[in-house]
């Protein structure tokens, strides 16, 4: 985002320091701009969420589709010796009594070039990379979150987790997925503080009924 002054035909032929001060005083009267990566969760009730998928579960703030959940495990369980990790796609949805949820529909894999090739842990360089990645590779796709493996290590958001959620996933309905292959455990963390959150899991509606 980067913001934009309120009026901005007094703001023409200025100098740069001019321009700089005015935007500085002016600062109470700036709009933010939106950057066209940044999307806004479709608003609708939770209650109609969960009908419509037919899921017959209580609500929680993140819902992964079966197969995206598949997906996410099988890549990350090619390698079980270095990180690796991609990007969740779906949707983000506002409640406005039970507050932000968020659909997860895809998991992708991030290139083991862009990823850690041979280092261990993913930094905050190969995510800026996977972002890249993923949005040029899927251009009307929504991005909601991100994964990756901890292989024999547990389930945590660690001190370069917490920094990569905070520099990419930091809107309220981003999720980080991370996986532990070898001891089989999976945890969901949700927003700029990763709070833990149990999401359900649930299948795509049948066509027939
Ligand atoms: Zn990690």
Not at 7 to 16: A, H, I, S, V
Not at 22 to 49: A, G, L, M, R
Not at 68 to 90: D, P, R, S, Y
Request: net charge negative.
């Amino acid at each position: 985002m980067k913001p934009k002054p309120t009026n901005q035909k007094e703001l023409t032929n200025t100098e740069p320091d001019e321009l700089y001060e005015q935007v500085v005083t002016q600062s109470n009267q700036i709009e933010w701009v939106e950057c066209e990566d940044v999307y806004k969760p479709i608003e609708k009730p939770i209650k109609e969420f969960i009908e419509e998928k037919e899921i017959r579960l209580p609500y929680t703030p993140v819902y992964i589709l079966q197969s995206a959940l598949t997906t996410l495990k099988t890549h990350l369980e090619v390698n079980k010796t270095v990180e690796q990790g991609g990007i969740l796609f779906g949707q983000a949805y506002n409640d406005s009594q039970h507050g932000i949820y968020v659909e997860i529909t895809a998991a992708v894999a991030a290139p083991a070039t862009i990823g850690t090739g041979a280092h261990l842990e993913f930094t905050s360089d190969s995510w800026q990379g996977i972002m890249d990645y993923a949005k040029s590779t899927h251009p009307e796709a929504n991005i909601v979150g991100w994964y990756h493996s901890h292989p024999n290590i547990g389930v945590f958001m660690s001190g370069t987790d917490m920094r990569t959620q905070r520099a990419f996933f930091y809107h309220p309905w981003c999720v980080s997925i991370i996986y532990d292959p070898i001891r089989n455990e999976i945890g969901c963390f949700l927003g700029e503080d990763a709070k833990v959150v149990k999401p359900a899991v649930f299948e795509p509606m049948l066509l027939m009924k």
